[in-house]
């Protein structure tokens, strides 16, 4: 096809989506594409429109089980220097979607600014973390509450600048599905160096004492319920270490789904399935996915 010869960014053919997710599980997507910059996004989603492709938007592949079978959709990475831009002044930073979070807090924290240290620890990208407004596990608070401005494409590739009236957030919801985002304007708050420090540590040990990340995973599988989290209801279902092919949930944190070794999409979420029935009978609870499953 001829628009491909006209990107400037990275493009692969039959890419296994398994070395994209944390997860380690998907089959092939019909095109895998890392565009150069915001034209070749541009271009990118005028071209695969002309030939009636859908496409996804990847970031760092924390939160989402793709299928085994093959896809025919193309998948769009923002993983080019371009959207990993960081820029700050005063108590703001502007953060392209493709930064990691990691670096984020890090840069933010040099500088002496926090605000942001319960995101510590979430292995995601700033375009994922506001698409699902990610933050500390059983709280409702998210990375929504620092956001100022964010910077989209619309499914048309027009650029435009949605302000803090224009956006929603809810408990790891938006209402940012049906864009691209392309960066973010975030409010911070000037704060000694040492305190921020101790905050980031205490939310690090937390992170690490309570979840598991001895093996693949997509983090938190279900939205925890306003009864009690997610998890403890699980855990009381006596399903901690119940296991279905190469997926088990885990050991040391119930709302954990783990990978094995070459555990499939399908078994995953004949787990899922299981954990919700179960939850469902003994409680009246009905959970809710927090990964998101590409069909």
Not at 23 to 44: N, V
Not at 58 to 83: E, H, M, R, T
Not at 90 to 97: F, L, M, Q, T
Not at 119 to 128: E, M, S
């Amino acid at each position: 096809m001829n628009w491909q010869k006209n990107l400037k960014g990275k493009l692969r053919c039959n890419e296994p989506l398994k070395f994209h997710t944390t997860f380690k599980i998907g089959g092939p997507c019909r095109y895998f594409i890392e565009p150069k910059d915001l034209a070749d996004l541009k271009l990118l989603i005028s071209s695969l429109k002309s030939y009636n492709i859908a496409f996804r938007i990847l970031g760092a592949g924390s939160n989402i089980l793709p299928k085994d079978q093959a896809s025919n959709k193309a998948v769009i990475c923002l993983n080019s220097s371009y959207f990993k831009k960081l820029s700050f002044s005063g108590n703001s930073v502007r953060a392209g979607a493709g930064v990691l979070l990691n670096k984020l807090i890090l840069s933010a924290a040099k500088r002496g600014l926090g605000g942001h240290e319960f995101l510590a620890g979430i292995p995601g990208t700033v375009g994922g973390a506001i698409a699902m407004n990610a933050g500390k596990s059983h709280e409702s608070r998210g990375i929504g509450g620092l956001v100022i401005y964010v910077e989209v494409l619309d499914n048309c590739g027009n650029l435009k600048r949605l302000k803090r009236n224009d956006l929603k957030f809810g408990y790891r919801s938006s209402n940012l599905g049906k864009f691209i985002i392309l960066s973010a304007g975030l409010k911070l708050k000037k704060e000694k160096r040492q305190d921020i420090s101790g905050k980031l540590k205490d939310y690090m040990d937390f992170r690490r004492i309570s979840q598991d990340y001895s093996l693949p995973s997509a983090g938190c599988v279900f939205k925890n319920p306003p009864s009690q989290p997610a998890g403890k209801l699980i855990d009381l279902c006596g399903l901690k270490g119940k296991k279905i092919g190469g997926a088990s949930v885990s050991k040391k944190h119930a709302n954990f789904i783990v990978n094995c070794g070459n555990a499939k999409s399908a078994e995953v979420l004949r787990l899922m399935r299981l954990v919700k029935n179960s939850v469902k009978r003994k409680f009246k609870v009905g959970l809710e996915p927090e990964i998101r499953i590409w069909r």
